[in-house]
């Protein structure tokens, strides 16, 4: 058993008022990173990433799921302290994957990958040099078939193989009335022969799992099963949590016999750390507009009875920010990490639109809210520079480099299943008092035909006016763009500025 | 009222074919019924839809359905005349229409529209209900009667929804809390009652200023004030907080039941208007009710709530007055906490009990006085079934659960039942039968 730590000293000099704002630069595209979490309504949630060493360097390789498209293992290629770069494997190139986790989960010494899949999830045995086999029938492990959108694992007391939890989804075979129809989440216990594992366990009541976490809320030695709820589609449910008791059947927390209270939130994430430092873990959950910070109001009751200092600590990080748009946000991965290296743990949230939904902010830039002396936060995604508007899902924060400054990866999804390329879309650009509309087209000319960039000719004008109006009708804002400028333009994003070279 | 065989009778007025035409009745049943069904689900899951968003909502899809078969019998009345700024629907024009094509058409682009910012998860239901209602309803029928039919339906829908976009409900934005909002300064003003960033302002301050349905004007039916604010142990209003914290602390596990059974809460349940569209949805079902009775019953109960949220959000945002959680804290016992969750915006009226008196008013008129019903509304939520003799008796234990949920006084639910009643008396009048 070994744990891998770096101490890593203050990025600069504070003053005792506010927190080192760290500074990061956008290297996606020249570290080699290209895959996009894609998909239509299936792969709305999900789009995990996950940071492990599996080519023996202890430099973080980078997986990223792509859902209805490959996922992807990229190599970490990065020079100690340098720019980063990855170079994209086939390594666990798999279609409809939603998330992964790293897990040594044989204890061999190398990890493995538990994969979490629209279907049937897998479980990855590492073979060492960043090489995998499917393990799940060796190992007795029953995949399914369901939406799977939630993970946890532990090693319960005297067990040598872990227990997994997997958090299903709604049943995606309901159209017309998919509400109400949250499937069952799994508990795979280690076989009673001490060797992979025992058919799954329903962790019934289910309500549409999108995090879960093992976890020792009352320091009593016995972790708990959290369970973060999606609203949006359970009947009768809420926010749960599991006992885990040796070799009984887990037990819901009750409101009767536990003092559980209930809450019933769009639950998509979990970040747990002890940041008011009274020993006990205290718990950040996503949902969407206000977010809560979940601190236990009294171990001494023995109670799982939380107040919520979201709004005292300043992170409810409800609404944007920054980018103009004022509808409130939608929260996914979130995690406390000392991201100035000041010995306070701050917080980062990757923020997306679920898809389409008008109610909420479709600029939704992620935050970087930084610890103060006092306790509260203090929002720094734009001067970090982490204020994308990607629609951003899982992510990690994690020293790439190794140069004792914490990196982050996030993963944007791109619904774009089918016609990537908008054919069918109309740009129209404001010529003076008058609207140009350029159909994108797949066709005409003599058997000729090209996908790539659209030059318009501006004349003297020094920027450009102009919207998309998307191939199923959505119309875009209008853009006022520079002139002498590539622009990347995504269905419900903000443009993207390229330079060649 | 319709007594049960005025019921049977009214959809034989509009039969050329009888054989064929029950048929067909059956599947305009089934189309109306489902596409409220569907309704129920998309105010859960659209966030904008809060109480009074969801009531104008259910007003709009109500009259819709009734339009769209008024147009086609002339045993049924219109709306247009009767209701604010309705104007004559568009007349069919010559050839055959079948009805089931025309209402299914109607509530699909009605749907389309109202519950546009539903999530994807909506959007793909609306998808799939408008393709499988749509097979349905045109199965068998020649191809140019349903083309004509749904144009026909279409054209129903564009008419009220036209009418729909200008009475100042329509546009819901931060899911209706203001931006900006300055709080009040004498003691019995609101305050916020949560540490929700978002409700620090109250929801929808100026939704009173929306064109009512049936009722002449959002003040027309005030309830006069509320007991005169007072700290005084033994006055009047520190006695009504007195009896809120000391119900809270003695709940039965009846009233506890009561309280979640009429809880109706936003974003989890299909709110208290839902509730009561729901328990006509239910009514249709065990009495099979005819599709004409079902679509005017529903255009009838959606104004009536509609125009209760109008005439209540008046009154709340007249007299401001403080949640019970507030002074109870301040004044009798700063640990005590509700039941229920307390909703962010002024106490004075209860909503629920002004839409609740509303509905059963429309409700009684309709169906009778002593008309019992079982209320299996929240049966997918755990909640068991309800059984009540009179749409006045459910209506009553609306009112009283808000005090049991120590989120209203028990003068905020009787003014508000007395204040509903009324409101739902204009809806009550209007005609819908020719």
């Known amino acids: ?501 | 009222m319709l007594n049960r065989r005025q019921i049977l009778a009214l959809p034989l007025l509009a039969l050329a074919h009888p054989a064929m035409a029950a048929d067909r009745a059956d599947v305009s049943r089934k189309v109306i019924l489902t596409w409220h069904k569907l309704i129920l689900e998309l105010v859960r899951h659209t966030a904008t839809y809060t109480p009074p968003v969801a009531a104008r909502a259910f007003a709009y899809v109500g009259i819709t359905a009734h339009e769209a078969l008024t147009s086609g019998n002339p045993a049924l009345r219109s709306l247009a005349g009767q209701v604010t700024d309705l104007s004559p629907l568009p007349a069919r024009p010559d050839g055959a229409f079948d009805e089931p094509c025309v209402i299914h058409s109607a509530l699909q682009a009605a749907v389309a529209e109202l519950f546009v910012n539903t999530g994807p998860t909506g959007q793909r239901a609306m998808e799939a209900m408008g393709r499988q209602m749509g097979e349905m309803a045109s199965e068998g029928i020649d191809s140019g009667t349903v083309d004509r039919s749904v144009a026909h339906g279409q054209a129903i829908a564009e008419h009220i929804l036209a009418w729909s976009r200008v009475d100042g409900g329509a546009v819901i934005e931060n899911m209706g809390f203001p931006m900006e909002y300055t709080p009040g300064t004498r003691p019995q003003d609101w305050v916020p009652t949560n540490l929700i960033r978002l409700q620090q302002a109250p929801l929808l301050p100026d939704w009173a200023k929306n064109r009512p349905f049936a009722m002449p004007s959002a003040d027309a039916d005030d309830p006069g004030p509320h007991p005169d604010y007072d700290e005084t142990p033994g006055s009047a209003f520190h006695s009504a907080a007195l009896e809120v914290c000391e119900t809270g602390r003695s709940l039965t596990d009846a009233q506890k039941l009561i309280a979640r059974f009429w809880s109706d809460d936003p974003m989890l349940t299909p709110t208290p208007a839902g509730h009561w569209i729901s328990i006509v949805l239910q009514i249709a079902e065990r009495d099979a009710l005819p599709a004409e009775v079902i679509s005017s019953t529903l255009a009838k109960l959606g104004v009536a709530q509609a125009d209760a949220f109008i005439s209540c959000w008046a009154t709340k945002f007249r007299y401001n007055l403080l949640r019970p959680v507030t002074y109870i804290k301040r004044h009798i016992d700063k640990t005590w906490e509700p039941l229920l969750i307390t909703p962010p915006f002024p106490e004075y009226t209860s909503g629920h009990s002004t839409q609740s008196g509303a509905a059963s008013t429309v409700l009684t008129a309709v169906f009778g006085d002593d008309f019992a019903f079982d209320d299996e509304t929240h049966v997918d939520e755990g909640l068991p079934v309800r059984s009540f003799p009179s749409f006045a008796a459910a209506a009553e234990e609306a009112a009283m659960s808000r005090l049991y949920g120590g989120i209203h006084f028990r003068f905020g639910n009787a003014k508000g039942l007395e204040q509903g009643r009324a409101v739902g008396a204009y809806a009550a009048a209007l005609r819908t039968e020719a």
């Open chain 1, 1 to 501: 058993m070994r744990l891998v730590v770096l101490l890593a000293a203050l990025v600069a000099t504070p003053t005792l008022a506010d927190p080192v704002v760290p500074t990061f630069t956008d290297e996606t595209a020249a570290s080699g990173l290209s895959t996009v979490y894609d998909g239509d309504w299936d792969f709305m949630v999900g789009g995990g990433v996950a940071t492990f060493d599996c080519s023996g360097d202890r430099m973080p390789e980078v997986f990223l799921s792509g859902g209805a498209g490959p996922s992807a293992l990229y190599l970490n290629r990065s020079p100690v302290g340098g720019a980063l770069a990855f170079e994209k494997t086939d390594a666990v190139k798999l279609d409809a994957v939603l998330g992964a986790y790293p897990l040594d989960i044989d204890s061999d010494g190398v990890l493995d990958l538990v994969v979490l899949r629209q279907g049937e999830n897998k479980l990855l045995r590492g073979l060492g040099d960043c090489t995998f086999e499917d393990a799940s029938q060796a190992w007795g492990f029953d995949g399914g078939d369901a939406w799977s959108t939630a993970f946890a694992a532990i090693w319960e007391k005297g067990q040598t193989w872990p227990t997994l939890a997997i958090g299903n989804y709604l049943d995606r075979k309901e159209e017309a009335f998919p509400w109400g129809s949250c499937t069952d989440n799994w508990l795979h216990r280690p076989a009673p022969d001490g060797a992979g594992f025992a058919p799954p366990l329903p962790l019934t009541p289910s309500f549409c799992a999108l995090s879960m976490l093992f976890t020792d809320w009352n320091n009593s030695g016995q972790p708990a099963l959290r369970v973060s709820n999606d609203r949006e589609y359970y009947k009768g449910g809420q926010e749960q949590m599991w006992h885990l008791d040796p070799g009984a059947a887990p037990r819901l927390y009750t409101e009767k016999d536990d003092g559980w209270k209930r809450l019933r939130i769009w639950g998509m994430g979990i970040a747990a750390a002890d940041i008011t430092m009274d020993g006990y873990q205290d718990y950040f959950l996503t949902s969407m507009a206000d977010n809560k910070f979940q601190i236990l109001k009294d171990p001494a009751t023995g109670k799982p009875d939380f107040a919520d200092l979201a709004f005292k600590t300043g992170i409810t990080a409800h609404r944007p920010y920054t980018g103009g748009d004022t509808n409130p946000s939608t929260g996914w991965h979130a995690q406390f990490a000392d991201v100035n290296n000041d010995g306070r743990l701050d917080l980062f949230i990757a923020k997306g639109n679920v898809a389409k939904m008008p109610d909420f902010a479709a600029l939704d830039p992620n935050n970087l809210l930084l610890q103060n002396e006092d306790g509260t936060f203090t929002e720094a995604g734009d001067r970090a520079g982490v204020a994308s508007m990607g629609i951003a899902r899982g992510a990690q924060v994690v020293d790439l480099n190794l140069d004792g400054l914490l990196d982050i990866v996030v993963a944007n999804r791109q619904q774009a299943g089918a016609n990537r390329n908008a054919i069918g879309a109309v740009i129209e650009i404001r010529r003076s008092e008058k609207i140009e509309r350029h159909e994108i087209a797949s066709g005409g000319g003599h058997v000729s035909g090209s996908v790539g960039w659209l030059h318009f000719g501006l004349g003297p004008d020094k920027t450009a006016t102009l919207r998309v109006i998307w191939p199923d009708g959505t119309k875009g804002d209008w853009q006022t763009l520079p002139a002498g400028s590539f622009q990347i333009l995504r269905q419900g994003a903000a443009p993207e500025g390229w330079q060649p070279g």
